[in-house]
């Protein structure tokens, strides 16, 4: 007995933790657990009555605990004031790895948007459900992407994408370093920013959809984690240091974020290069890139690092083609 009741938890924490994100929630649950539809829906059944999911607008969702909370953003505004007061309460009682990551990225954030929003207002809203917790942090500023595109003269919004993922990059390099939202991202299961109608998906993998009604704002954090996560953040940090643990001196960069439908010319190059100096270790994540042309390839892989010695470059996820580009660049002499 203990056995089959183990084994219809294991069934009801798996469609709690696909229910949110997959339609077809019900055929997965099967075929993993080698059992019927109506023997899916029975669990099903159960987690609504127990209140844990509820059926809206044809979907199941997960129903979760919802926290509030609002601050005018004036100088007497701090981040570790506010988790004392009113956001720690909800982490306790949970394993050091997680809360230690939520202190890190709480603070991170709400850092962020008193300082670098320019905005008046900022709302904290926190979701906790059996299988993960969630928190949004929301300002009425003038819009992350829009201050990143203005700080480094980029052409579109979207550009920000890619200064986001590099890390070291910062609109205030007397106040931050520009690691709080590479690591931020980094560390959490899902990690989003929604600004002014655009979204940066730092995961990519999950098709989320974020419960917002009609609140107002210019920029929107959300980073959720599992209540089983068993990630270390110090294990995060090492992640991305080649010599000395913690030292911040390797980044990966998908190319994909390259707002560009064509990556041939050295200015695109210049643009994903932009800042990359400062590391000790530089790799490009090609991943759903089909073709690179060979002016791009010569700026990346011979130009620069000819001109910047102390900094290795190198490339992942690379088709056949896009390989012999980076050969041909890394090969050329003059």
Request: glycine letters at 4%; one cysteine or more; aromatic letters at 10%.
């Given at each position: 007995m203990p056995g089959v009741r183990k084994r219809g938890e294991e069934i009801r924490d798996f469609l709690l933790e696909n229910i949110k994100y997959n339609r077809n929630f019900a055929t997965l649950t099967a075929e993993r657990f080698g059992i019927t539809l109506p023997a899916v829906y029975k669990h099903v059944d159960r987690l609504v009555s127990e209140k844990q999911i509820e059926k809206k607008n044809g979907r199941f969702i997960l129903q979760s605990?919802?926290?509030?909370?609002?601050?005018?953003?004036?100088?007497?505004?701090?981040?570790?004031?506010?988790?004392?007061?009113?956001?720690?309460?909800?982490?306790?009682?949970?394993?050091?790895?997680?809360?230690?990551?939520w202190v890190y990225g709480f603070l991170e954030i709400f850092n962020n948007a008193v300082e670098h929003s320019n905005g008046k207002k900022i709302q904290v809203i926190i979701n906790e459900n059996r299988?993960?917790?969630?928190?949004?942090?929301?300002?009425?500023?003038?819009?992350?992407?829009?201050?990143?595109?203005?700080?480094?003269?980029?052409?579109?919004?979207?550009?920000?994408?890619?200064e986001l993922a590099k890390g070291k990059r910062t609109t205030d390099k007397t106040r931050h370093s520009g690691q709080g939202i590479f690591f931020t991202s980094k560390v959490f299961d899902d990690?989003?920013?929604?600004?002014?109608?655009?979204?940066?998906?730092?995961?990519?993998?999950?098709?989320?959809?974020?419960?917002?009604?009609?609140?107002?704002?210019?920029?929107?954090?959300?980073?959720?984690?599992?209540?089983?996560?068993?990630?270390?953040?110090?294990?995060?940090?090492?992640?991305?240091?080649?010599?000395?643990?913690?030292?911040?001196?390797?980044?990966?960069?998908?190319?994909?974020?390259?707002?560009?439908?064509?990556?041939?010319?050295?200015?695109?190059?210049?643009?994903?290069?932009?800042?990359l100096e400062l590391f000790r270790e530089v790799v490009l994540d090609f991943k759903d890139i089909n073709y690179i042309g060979q002016a791009f390839a010569d700026e990346i892989f011979r130009v620069f690092p000819n001109m910047n010695p102390d900094t290795s470059i190198s490339a992942q996820n690379a088709n056949s083609e896009i390989q012999n580009m980076i050969n041909r660049a890394k090969n050329t002499r003059l």
């Open positions: 605990i919802q926290h509030k909370y609002f601050y005018k953003i004036d100088k007497t505004l701090s981040e570790d004031a506010v988790w004392e007061k009113d956001i720690k309460k909800h982490f306790t009682g949970m394993p050091e790895n997680i809360k230690n990551i299988i993960n917790k969630s928190i949004c942090i929301l300002d009425d500023g003038i819009g992350i992407f829009k201050n990143i595109r203005t700080k480094f003269r980029l052409i579109d919004e979207k550009d920000a994408f890619l990690f989003l920013i929604v600004s002014n109608g655009i979204t940066f998906n730092a995961k990519n993998e999950r098709n989320l959809e974020l419960q917002i009604n009609k609140i107002k704002f210019s920029t929107l954090v959300y980073m959720s984690l599992s209540a089983a996560c068993t990630k270390i953040l110090k294990d995060v940090f090492d992640e991305y240091s080649t010599e000395i643990p913690g030292d911040f001196d390797k980044t990966v960069i998908p190319v994909g974020l390259a707002n560009s439908s064509d990556l041939v010319s050295r200015s695109q190059a210049r643009r994903i290069l932009s800042g």
